[in-house]
């Protein structure tokens, strides 16, 4: 048996002057861009989640819609999109058993599967996409448009968010977001 | 455990410098605090911090920015505009609870 030495902490360590280094200087150069190209719900929430935690860190944030992606900020499609089974092997309703992949087109899957989820979003406290991009704009985040999305789904301003920003091209986007670290989801 | 001095208290800190005590903090305390990150306190300050204390003694837990907002009634811009670029851990902070561990 190998004889161990316990020590007690009876003593503290004296930190006088100790103060938190929120560092905002290190931040001020720092930016995210995020790529948004999927309008699925359970897509849509991974870019917003990045997204508002990087500005509560004081980053610079900027998202772009691209393709599928548009549903989030298309004011006729935002407060409805789904979450579809169908070819996610990876949902576990129950405990860690598999949804058999033959069931999951059936009529009424998608809008289970959706309401389950947004369920489980709500429990969090963690707000539906509308309104996550409310608190995001809030915070500083700007929302840019693709406009070849734009022009695909022959969409124009009055059709999105009013508080996104404009509705540029890629290379656009790319000189905008100079130097950021770039997110693609 | 870490133990620093502010304004003549030896007050117990994490490794950062955030309190560890919730019964070490008082209102004085909060306006050293403030002004060790270089923010003066007003009543808008006050409305938030009296928020994240109480609401801390409620949950066991630091509300995160959105909770400021749903359930605090401090919007998200009015957040930022009080405790600049990073709210969530400058209110804590000053509020004498652990950064808050939510990710929205």
């Known amino acids: 048996m190998t004889a161990r030495k316990v020590t007690t902490m009876t003593t503290t360590e004296a930190r006088p002057g100790l103060v938190p ?37 004081g980053v610079e944030t900027h998202l772009f819609f691209t ?8 004011k006729s499609r935002m407060n409805d999109l789904q979450f579809s089974p169908v070819g996610n092997t990876a949902m576990h309703p129950i405990g860690d058993a598999h949804i058999p992949q033959a ?12 309401h389950m989820l947004k369920k489980q979003i709500a429990d969090l406290g963690v707000p539906e996409v509308p309104e996550f991009l409310d608190q995001i704009v809030a915070a500083g985040g700007h929302l840019w448009a693709c406009r070849m999305s734009a022009d695909m789904m022959k969409l124009t301003e009055s059709d999105l968010r ?3 920003e404009g509705i540029i091209s890629a290379a656009d986007f790319i000189e905008l977001t100079n130097g950021a670290q770039l997110l693609f989801i | 455990m870490p133990v620093t001095t502010l304004d003549g208290h030896a007050v117990h800190v994490d490794d950062e410098g955030f309190l560890t005590e919730y019964h070490e903090w008082d209102e004085d305390l909060a306006k050293v605090l403030a002004a060790n990150i270089g923010i003066e306190l007003t009543d808008a300050h006050w409305k938030v ?4 204390r109480a609401d801390f003694t409620a949950k066991g837990e630091t509300a995160t920015t959105r909770r400021v ?8 811009k009015e957040q930022f505009a009080l405790f600049p670029k990073k709210p969530g851990k400058k209110m804590a902070y000053i ?9 929205v």
């Open chain 2, 95 to 103: 509020a004498g609870l652990p950064k808050p561990h939510g990710c």
């Open chain 1, 67 to 74: 393709f599928w992606g548009f549903d989030m900020i298309v």
């Open chain 1, 21 to 57: 280094n929120f560092d905002d200087e290190a931040e001020a150069g720092r930016k995210i861009a995020i790529i948004c190209s999927k309008g699925n719900l359970d897509m849509a929430y991974p870019g917003l989640i990045i997204a508002n935690s990087a500005l509560g860190e």
């Open chain 1, 103 to 114: 069931l999951t087109p059936l009529p009424g899957m998608t809008a289970m599967a959706t």
């Open chain 1, 162 to 164: 009013d508080d996104v």
């Open chain 2, 49 to 52: 911090l009296r928020f994240l």
């Open chain 2, 69 to 76: 907002q749903a359930v605090g009634g401090v919007p998200v």
